[in-house]
């Protein structure tokens, strides 16, 4: 049987550490649709055209181990503007969130365009400058040598182009739950989560 956790907001709001423990709570399949975006920006670097790159799009470019880096969010972004883009990908990210077994997908545009249909719609987000902590906090124990200001600023121009692209703009689907992860440790935004979820299942 299907069952669709769709979970969308801005980058380093908790959506994909909650989608992976409602993965593992569950025992659906996971997919972090920002990495599709993230492989088709980091093979554009390489000097692909965006169409071409999603289009051509293999599993193992989701494994290169540099697809966290600033300049690859930057390509990530620009590509995902690119309705040509998100059409190639379409496709993939819907036949994984309606495969046997249940599936949990985060992104931008889970709930509103991928899985307008999604059994739960949530939208995780967190203030500008908890955002920007975290994401400066794992880019630091990953070895990239950042400032915290260049992380809020990168921030700041991925929310601004991805809240307003004309295709799959970001935003909650009317029927979202909103999670505000500011103040939540970990287990608190997985906790409530988890409830969200139990609550649908009946």
């Known amino acids: 049987m299907a069952f669709t956790i769709a979970i969308d907001g801005p980058a380093a709001a908790g959506k994909g550490t909650i989608g992976r423990a409602l993965s593992r709570h569950f025992g659906f399949a996971h997919l972090d649709t ?4 993230r492989a088709t920006g980091r093979r554009t670097l390489d000097g692909l055209a965006p169409v071409e790159a999603a289009q051509t799009l293999r599993a193992e470019d989701l494994d290169a181990d540099d697809l966290r880096t600033p300049e690859v969010s930057q390509a990530a972004s620009r590509v995902a503007a690119i309705p040509e ?3 190639a990908l379409l496709d993939f990210q819907r036949a994984f969130a309606r495969r046997a077994g249940g599936a949990v997908l985060d992104g931008r545009d889970i709930g509103t365009v991928i899985c307008p249909e ?3 719609k949530l939208f995780v987000t ?3 400058t908890e955002r920007a902590r ?3 906090k794992e880019m630091c124990e990953s070895g990239h040598a950042v400032t915290l200001e260049e992380v809020r600023d990168d921030l700041r121009q991925r929310d601004a182009r991805d809240s307003a692209r004309a295709a799959a703009p970001l935003k909650p689907a009317e029927d979202a739950l ?3 992860t500011s103040e939540m440790s970990i287990e608190e935004a997985v906790a409530a989560a988890v409830a ?5 299942r009946g």
Do not use: I, N, T, W
């Open 34 to 37: 920002g990495l599709l975006y």
């Open 85 to 87: 883009v998100r059409q």
């Open 118 to 120: 999604a059994e739960v």
């Open 126 to 128: 967190a203030s500008d």
């Open 134 to 136: 975290r994401r400066h």
């Open 178 to 180: 909103m999670l505000d």
């Open 196 to 200: 969200a979820v139990d609550a649908a």
